[in-house]
């Protein structure tokens, strides 16, 4: 299939537009026809039947990863153990009968990531995957294969394909918490109609694409730039770190609020943006604390909050964004589209190639 950029100046920009629609067709290929239950393929175990799960890929997608470790550790109390495919398949980690190993990758391509795979398979393990490319290798040599159903993705820097993965795998945590008697019928249903309400909210929340160009505009005169989260909001920032360094060049990463003290607060002063992301959830406090720090130390924070957290967030904030209220577990599904839109903004502010940044390939297929 041909795609075009359908109006937009990068394929990029299409595919963070396109993140409200493409979510929308993986809920309803997921959701029973009532809407209240998740339908999944024969081949896919019971997760009541199983007692750990092990989920390995690669950049994006391995971030989808660490996000759905929150999910599926707090909803379906299921230990999950996450890693990076290169390290994961050259540890030789055990892998025990009747674990379920799941892989994530949009291409379904990776050299490591089929790799890992393949390691998995041969100790017997259960291997399903979450893939964007139905007829890929990942997708042919797993028990198990779920698409993503994102369409396909042109953007070397991966936007609406991530969405899609964490939208999947939140669907498998909520249907594992429902097999392990920790969600009963009427909550599932509740959970699932609050994530068919997420469409409409990503589109208010790609309205405030403006806010962010303004914001961007200051990112891009940086050399450095730190991402902060706690909790479910700690993988979306290294994400957010991710896209910026791809397609921006400028060095960027993230650390867990609660490390700062550990180490990343040395760094600190007013040249070294930092982008705090906080719904107002149950953390917020701490990560408000965590800001204080930064600030009382000359940094300038842009805080990526909701209108509630803005009421207390306090003074000192340089720059803010503000994002509708959203259920704090699909909390990282809504703040994806700020990160993106920032690390967009700032690539273009910069002058770079968005759509195919230096040294960097949609898919690595060599190790
Ligand atoms: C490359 C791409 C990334 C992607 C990663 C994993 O580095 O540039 O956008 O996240 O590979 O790719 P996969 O196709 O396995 O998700």
């Not at 890929?57 to 109390?77: D, L, N, P, Q």
């Not at 990531?113 to 290798?137: F, G, I, M, Q, W």
């Not at 940094?299 to 000192?316: C, P, Q």
Request: with cysteine; hydrophobic share 45%.
């Amino acid at each position: 299939t041909r795609v075009d950029k359908g109006g937009h100046r990068h394929f990029m920009a299409k595919e963070i537009a396109e993140q409200p629609h493409v979510i929308g067709e993986a809920l309803s290929h997921y959701l029973t026809a009532d809407g209240r239950d998740i339908a999944l393929p024969d081949t896919m175990p019971d997760f009541a039947g199983v007692d750990r799960l092990v989920l390995v890929a690669c950049g994006t997608a391995y971030f989808a990863c660490v996000t759905a470790k929150y999910w599926f550790e707090r909803i379906a109390r299921l230990p999950v153990e996450v890693d990076i495919a290169s390290e994961f398949r050259y540890r030789e980690p055990p892998v025990a009968d009747g674990t379920v190993a799941l892989f994530v990758s949009q291409s379904g391509e990776t050299a490591d990531t089929l790799a890992a795979l393949r390691y998995c398979a041969d100790k017997a393990a259960h291997v399903v995957s979450v893939v964007n490319v139905p007829e890929s290798s990942i997708a042919r040599e797993s028990g198990t294969a779920l698409p993503i159903l994102a369409g396909v993705e042109v953007g070397v820097a991966s936007t609406k394909a991530f969405t899609c993965q964490l939208t999947v795998l939140y669907l498998l945590a909520l249907k594992a918490a429902r097999q392990r008697g920790h969600l009963d019928a009427d909550a599932l249903a509740d959970r699932l109609s609050a994530l068919r309400s997420l469409p409409g909210i990503l589109n208010h929340a790609l309205a405030q694409d403006r806010s962010a160009k303004k914001v961007a505009r200051k990112l891009a005169e940086a050399d450095d730039i730190l991402f902060l989260g706690r909790g479910l909001m700690y993988p979306l920032a290294m994400e957010g770190a991710l896209k910026l360094k791809e397609i921006s060049y400028i060095h960027a990463e993230a650390y867990a609020s609660g490390e700062l003290k550990h180490g990343p607060i040395a760094l600190i002063d007013k040249r070294m943006p930092v982008v705090v992301m906080a719904p107002r959830d149950a953390l917020f406090d701490k990560t408000v604390s965590n800001m204080q720090e930064v600030m009382a130390r000359g940094g300038k924070v842009t805080l990526v909050t909701d209108e509630a957290g803005l009421a207390e967030a306090g003074d000192g904030v340089t720059h803010t964004l503000v994002m509708p209220t959203v259920a704090d577990d699909l909390a990282p599904i809504l703040y994806a589209i700020p990160a993106q839109q920032l690390a967009y903004h700032t690539a273009i502010a910069k002058g770079t190639d968005v759509d195919q940044p230096r040294n960097l390939a949609k898919s690595v297929t060599v190790e």
